[in-house]
């Protein structure tokens, strides 16, 4: 197979209205697969091998159940689009709430069936229909065809950017070689890399290091003012609530904070991961 070729953007790059800066805000729409509970819960501890976790199970239901209408009535107030990775049980269980996100005109992300389905885990034909099995769910729920994907914990295989830009996806996630995002072309095929950057992300914040909510907040403002005051290279900053993490109210409260920070500051483009990549290929294709 021919190499791909690869393009980033150099330091000139610049995004709309001459800003260095672009803030994309992602919502992790996120559930398991009939049977599965997430590895982790709000109590820590594992339980014993063979065991159903439902608390875990319980815990990750509250993003379906109440954490997607919070987040998403705050980005509607704030008129914000926002990028949203969604797994197909999700579309298969509650359709009408992929539809209310597509009315609203945010971006659906297809973001496999569910968390516990990694395309690593796959040959080319299982992550093929994989593929395509979302997709189809998603575009059917919400009436618009979803054109980027994020694998499970970002954790897609080696094949698997070639796979979508045979499908036709404009870009993907599954990326953190960068903070800018950059053309991956296999032979005339394009797909833009968007990297998922980590460092504004209520998971590893609130989870995994068992911070309080306000600490992304911390971390969002130096890692904002740094790119703005310290940095003269064009930028992009991920800001990511999970429906059931931050989809409560002190979580929600903070991705409000940071949503009313970023909109008052005219220097930054506010954009989805699909505005993202219209523009880098507009541009530098």
Same mark, same amino acid.
Request: proline residues 6%; aromatic residues 8%; charged residues 20%.
């Given at each position: 197979?021919?190499?791909?070729?690869?393009?980033?953007?150099?330091?000139?790059?610049?995004?709309?209205?001459?800003?260095?800066?672009?803030? #994309?805000? %992602?919502?992790?729409?996120?559930?398991?697969?009939?049977?599965? $509970?997430? @590895?982790?819960? !709000?109590? *820590?501890?594992?339980?014993?091998?063979?065991?159903?976790?439902?608390?875990?199970?319980?815990?990750?239901?509250?993003?379906?159940?109440?954490?997607?209408?919070?987040?998403?009535?705050?980005?509607?107030?704030?008129?914000?689009?926002?990028?949203?990775?969604?797994?197909?049980?999700?579309?298969?269980?509650?359709?009408?709430?992929?539809?209310?996100?597509?009315?609203?005109?945010?971006?659906?992300?297809?973001?496999?069936?569910?968390?516990?389905?990694?395309?690593?885990?796959?040959?080319?034909?299982?992550? #093929?229909? %994989?593929?395509?099995?979302?997709?189809?769910?998603?575009?059917? $729920?919400? @009436?618009?065809? !979803?054109? *980027?994907?994020?694998?499970?914990?970002?954790?897609?295989?080696?094949?698997?950017?070639?796979?979508?830009?045979?499908?036709?996806?404009?870009?993907?996630?599954?990326?953190?070689?960068?903070?800018?995002?950059?053309?991956?072309?296999?032979?005339?095929?394009?797909?833009?890399?968007?990297?998922?950057?980590?460092?504004?992300?209520?998971?590893?914040?609130?989870?995994?290091?068992?911070?309080?909510?306000?600490?992304?907040?911390?971390?969002?403002?130096?890692?904002?003012?740094?790119?703005?005051?310290?940095?003269?290279?064009?930028?992009?900053?991920?800001?990511?609530?999970?429906?059931?993490?931050? @989809?409560?109210?002190?979580?929600?409260?903070?991705?409000?904070?940071?949503?009313?920070?970023?909109?008052?500051?005219?220097?930054?483009?506010?954009?989805?991961?699909?505005?993202?990549?219209?523009?880098?290929?507009?541009?530098?294709?």
């Amino acid at each position: 197979m021919t190499t791909p070729t690869i393009l980033r953007l150099d330091d000139n790059f610049r995004w709309p209205g001459n800003r260095r800066v672009a803030v #994309i805000f %992602n919502i992790a729409y996120e559930a398991w697969s009939e049977g599965q $509970a997430p @590895g982790i819960g !709000p109590m *820590g501890n594992v339980l014993k091998a063979g065991v159903f976790d439902t608390n875990a199970d319980s815990w990750a239901s509250f993003g379906a159940v109440r954490g997607i209408h919070r987040l998403i009535g705050y980005a509607n107030q704030r008129d914000i689009k926002v990028s949203v990775m969604t797994n197909g049980v999700l579309a298969q269980k509650y359709p009408e709430s992929i539809k209310m996100l597509t009315d609203a005109g945010h971006e659906v992300i297809n973001h496999s069936w569910g968390m516990d389905v990694i395309p690593a885990y796959f040959n080319e034909a299982e992550e #093929i229909a %994989n593929l395509k099995k979302n997709h189809d769910i998603l575009t059917s $729920a919400g @009436g618009v065809a !979803p054109v *980027g994907w994020i694998s499970p914990r970002g954790t897609g295989s080696k094949i698997s950017p070639r796979l979508l830009a045979q499908a036709g996806y404009l870009h993907h996630g599954d990326c953190n070689d960068d903070d800018r995002p950059y053309v991956i072309d296999y032979n005339g095929k394009k797909i833009v890399a968007i990297p998922l950057t980590m460092d504004v992300n209520d998971l590893p914040t609130t989870i995994r290091y068992g911070n309080a909510p306000r600490h992304m907040l911390e971390a969002f403002n130096d890692t904002f003012t740094a790119m703005l005051e310290r940095e003269k290279v064009p930028l992009i900053l991920d800001v990511t609530a999970h429906t059931h993490v931050f @989809g409560r109210p002190s979580g929600a409260w903070v991705y409000d904070e940071i949503m009313k920070i970023v909109k008052e500051n005219p220097d930054v483009w506010i954009a989805t991961r699909q505005q993202i990549a219209n523009y880098v290929l507009e541009k530098q294709v």
